[in-house]
């Protein structure tokens, strides 16, 4: 149980377009998910929390208009890159609570030309 | 790209050995504690949790060891594998929702 999944795994656009990444709870409903970015050797990086039927909370210094979030069932939560730009390159993880466990998405690579 | 002058700290270990990974954490309130493995180009993945009511508690072939009064936790692996090879992160959680988490810890196992 716990399966979180993420959709593309892998995606390559061009400067100046948007991107949207899904995030899906495939056997639990969950409220909440993160979303968490990740630079090559570091650690996880909480951008924002996405919330159920309201609006998400995001951490200091991210922007809500670049990094849009939409939370629109209990399985499903999408990230929008908007205007992505070759510092917005990075691998995206969302992930899920289950009690107080979160289980993590496999990733998304984002790679902005 | 790689940021410039960051490293992972590295632990070598001969397969079949024990692994013994180290974490520090932060709060003192944190009450809930986690450790993740993550494969190159993967999520991190769930390999056992600790509440700070234990002191120790064991998996398969894995065993967490919580020390409050220094705030220390350790990751026990017996017979280190060669799939065992990640990066490692622990993870604490107390007072709000979030996670803390640690800079990670690259475990290499050698043949």
């Known amino acids: 149980g716990a399966v979180v999944s993420q959709h593309p795994s892998r995606v390559i656009c061009k400067s100046g377009t948007s991107v949207k990444i899904e995030c899906r709870s495939l056997d639990f409903q969950a409220t909440t998910m993160f979303w968490y970015r990740q630079f090559p050797k570091q650690s996880l990086m909480l951008m924002a929390t996405s919330n159920e039927g309201s609006k998400a909370t995001y951490e200091q210094g991210v922007e809500k208009d670049k990094f849009l979030i939409n939370h629109a069932s209990l399985t499903l939560s999408t990230l929008t890159v908007t205007s992505a730009h070759p510092e917005d390159s990075s691998f995206y993880i969302c992930s899920a609570p289950q009690g107080r466990t979160q289980y993590f998405g496999p990733g998304t690579r984002l790679t902005v030309l | 790209g790689e940021s410039v002058g960051l490293h992972l700290p590295t632990l070598s270990v001969q397969e079949g050995d024990n692994s013994i990974i180290n974490c520090a954490y932060s709060?003192?309130?944190?009450?809930?504690f986690i450790w993740y493995k993550q494969e190159s180009g993967k999520g991190p993945q769930f390999i056992i949790d600790i509440r700070s009511n234990m002191d120790k508690r064991q998996g398969q072939r894995v065993t967490v060891l919580l020390n409050k009064t220094v705030k220390h936790l350790s990751l026990q692996i017996a017979a280190t594998q060669p799939g065992d090879s990640a990066v490692y992160f622990c993870?604490?959680?107390?007072?709000?929702?979030?996670?803390?988490f640690g800079t990670g810890t690259r475990l290499k196992v050698l043949a």
């Open positions: 993870a604490e959680q107390g007072g709000t929702y979030k996670y803390i």
């Open positions: 709060n003192s309130a944190s009450d809930y």
